[in-house]
């Protein structure tokens, strides 16, 4: 291939990754605390790298429940839930209480405190903005919110971030537990539109530059040959 034809690959690779992200962006749109996906060209301060793209950790709306278990973050940090040796980061903090009382998300996974699982007896607790559960028998907990880093894309998945076992990870002290509360994904609809007729309109562009190119190709080789 030469160089013009890769050029124009290139571009029409980049334009399809775009569209792939804003597909799964737009399946978010609903999704409880999901954030949107990006280009790492628009990486700013406020967005974790991934390989080729970025997550948005803007803060999203924050929806009141009045449900107890339900706990939305206000800041940067992470709730951190595992299931065996599988370890989740999420900001979806739509919880409920198992059949043994740990307390768990919808998939299982359990919420963790500084002393690991988190259980109760009852749903009738109190969790104060520095993420202190306590219920009526004098039972306390403390969660633990994280700071992410930079993350592969693989291991992104439905807004949470997955790993096969416990990384390293920095402790987030300053960001506040609101009870009662969701995040909403922070997924702009308008402008995922935008940026996908632009991509649509960029692939169109790019595949006739490409078929013109090619048919200059052939005609000059046919020139040359005669």
Not at 147 to 163: A, M, R, S
């Amino acid at each position: 291939m030469d160089k013009i034809s890769g050029i124009v690959m290139y571009s029409l690779s980049r334009d399809m990754n775009t569209v792939n992200q804003i597909s799964t962006n737009t399946q978010h749109v609903t999704t409880t605390g999901f954030k949107a996906l990006l280009a790492s060209d628009d990486a700013g301060k406020n967005q974790t790298k991934t390989a080729g793209q970025i997550i948005n950790l803007s803060q999203g709306e924050l929806k009141q429940t009045g449900r107890n278990l339900d706990f939305a973050i206000q800041g940067t940090g992470w709730f951190v839930l595992k299931s065996g040796k599988t370890v989740a980061l999420t900001r979806n903090g739509q919880f409920q209480l198992d059949g043994a009382g740990y307390v768990v998300d919808s998939r299982g996974f359990r919420l963790q405190s500084q002393n690991g699982d988190i259980q109760f007896d009852s749903t009738s607790i109190h969790v104060n903005s520095e993420g202190k559960i306590s219920d009526p028998s004098g039972n306390t907990e403390e969660l633990i919110l994280v700071q992410v880093g930079e993350i592969n894309p693989e291991q992104y998945h439905q807004g949470h971030i997955i790993y096969e076992k416990m990384p390293r990870l920095d402790i987030d002290s300053q960001s506040q537990i609101l009870q009662g509360y969701l995040e909403q994904s922070n997924v702009d609809s308008a402008s995922e539109v935008v940026e996908l007729m632009t991509a649509k309109r960029h692939i169109q562009t790019m595949q006739k530059t490409l078929a013109a190119y090619d048919q200059v190709l052939k005609k000059t080789i046919s020139e040359l040959g005669k």
